[in-house]
């Protein structure tokens, strides 16, 4: 079984130094939704070229970095009909916060806070200067999702020195995993249903 994972970079894209980048090369069946324009996000362009993605590719994990967390719950509060095997959102950026984010992309606020309908995790930094360690706990919640905290990492990126990220990879390989024990598990419980 091959389950596809989509690389979702946030504002400026991740570059060729970047864990998403890395994760991206390490994994066959990853590919990574581009934008049109890293630097000038706009929500509505965003959340149409993600959501086509996840169309053309039902299941997938999605691994967003930054911006493209906000993003994910966007495409999750307004697109239901999409089918998603799980998400890792890692350093999600605090959209609703004029002191954490620039003014060009809190046109993504206001973050959606309902119960993401697929399997979440949030990974969080006590020291991301783009959003406060409890804030990140308390969007954790209310997506429903789990957390996983990784001490003073920054805003756990390039500057941040994380290139290739081997815990990061740890986690969506065991999500993948987790993705594929499932669908077998549930072909199984459809194949004895008949």
């Known amino acids: 079984m091959t389950t596809p994972v989509l690389v979702i970079p946030g504002l400026g894209g991740s570059g060729p130094e970047h864990w998403q980048t890395h994760l991206e090369r390490a994994l066959p069946h990853a590919r990574r939704v581009e934008q049109d324009d890293w630097d000038r996000p706009n929500l509505d362009r965003w959340l149409d070229r993600l959501a086509g993605m996840v169309q053309a590719q039902p299941g997938a994990i999605l691994v967003a970095h930054s911006l493209a967390c906000p993003l994910v719950a966007h495409m999750a509060a307004r697109r239901p009909d999409l089918s ?9 950026a605090d959209v609703d916060s004029a002191r954490h984010t620039p003014g060009h992309i809190r046109t993504f ?3 959606p806070r309902s119960l ?3 399997r979440s995790l949030v990974v969080a930094s006590t020291n991301d200067p783009y959003i406060e360690y ?6 954790t919640a209310a997506w429903g999702a789990e957390f996983v905290g990784v001490g ?3 805003h756990i990126n390039v500057a941040s ?9 740890r986690m969506v390989t065991s999500i993948i995993a987790e993705a594929e024990q499932f669908a077998v598990a549930n072909e199984r419980f459809v194949a004895a249903a008949s």
């Open 116 to 118: 993401l309908p697929f």
């Open 161 to 169: 020195g994380f290139g290739p990220w081997s815990g990061g990879e």
């Open 84 to 92: 998603v095997g799980a998400a890792l959102l890692v350093a999600p």
């Open 109 to 111: 606020a206001p973050i």
């Open 134 to 139: 409890e804030r990140a706990r308390e969007l």
């Open 152 to 154: 003073a990492s920054g």
